[in-house]
């Protein structure tokens, strides 16, 4: 595995010095900090997250006052009682993004998000408590139990949230290729795992959060 330090040079360079990269990395939430976020907060994201894939995100929040009205301020156990006829009904509601897939998903993760509460107290608290080692493990219990967190909307999720978690974006995989972590997109069980030793490694060597490190990557190639 590369060294850390002449990535971060390289961003350093393209983004114009140390502070103007610095001004531009995220900065992941503590467990405190993800544990106190109330559940309904995490589900409005959530779905915020699915309804923004493959449309343009202003769109999407310019509406998402009325999916909170019409989500019941996206409580989770309100939500799971929702019946087929108000399911239905959200599609006639033309203040929402009429998506059925997306709106059923909805209280599809409602529901899965009250099986995680009750076993740990809440989704928050289960959130805090997953170790960054095995970020890409959350990714995949995201995509598994949840509707619509496949590909990289559960990373996006949990950028969102502030669970530091990296991306693979375009240009974090053009980078990890260069490293020399992988030779093609991560979608495989191996790779990803090379991908997580990896990030592992670099966190280790930096002290960085893996969020930053993934910016930091994006920024070291053209």
Request: hydrophobic fraction near 45%; proline fraction near 4%; include cysteine.
């Amino acid at each position: 595995m590369a060294a850390f330090a002449p990535i971060l040079k390289r961003a350093q360079k393209r983004t114009g010095g140390q502070e103007r990269l610095e001004a531009q990395l995220p900065s992941p939430r503590s467990a405190a900090e993800l544990a106190a976020v109330p559940d309904d907060r995490y589900l409005s994201q959530m779905s915020l997250r699915i309804f923004r894939a493959g449309l343009r995100h202003a769109l999407v929040d310019a509406r998402w006052p009325a999916f909170e009205e019409a989500f019941h301020g996206f409580a989770p156990g309100r939500i799971t009682l929702m019946s087929d006829e108000e399911m239905e009904g959200c599609m006639g509601n033309a203040a929402l993004i009429r998506h059925w897939a997306k709106l059923g998903a909805i209280r599809d993760n409602a529901a899965a998000m009250q099986t995680i509460a009750r076993e740990h107290g809440s989704f928050g608290r289960w959130l805090a408590d997953w170790p960054a080692e095995d970020t890409v493990g959350l990714w995949t219990v995201l995509a598994r139990n949840f509707s619509q967190l496949g590909g990289n909307s559960g990373p996006y999720f949990l950028r969102m949230v502030g669970k530091d978690t990296f991306v693979l974006t375009d240009d974090v995989t053009r980078a990890l290729i260069e490293a020399g972590v992988i030779e093609k997109k991560a979608t495989g069980k191996a790779d990803l795992t090379r991908v997580q030793v990896a990030f592992n490694g670099w966190a280790r060597e930096t002290g960085l959060p893996l969020c930053q490190l993934s910016r930091i990557l994006a920024f070291s190639v053209d």
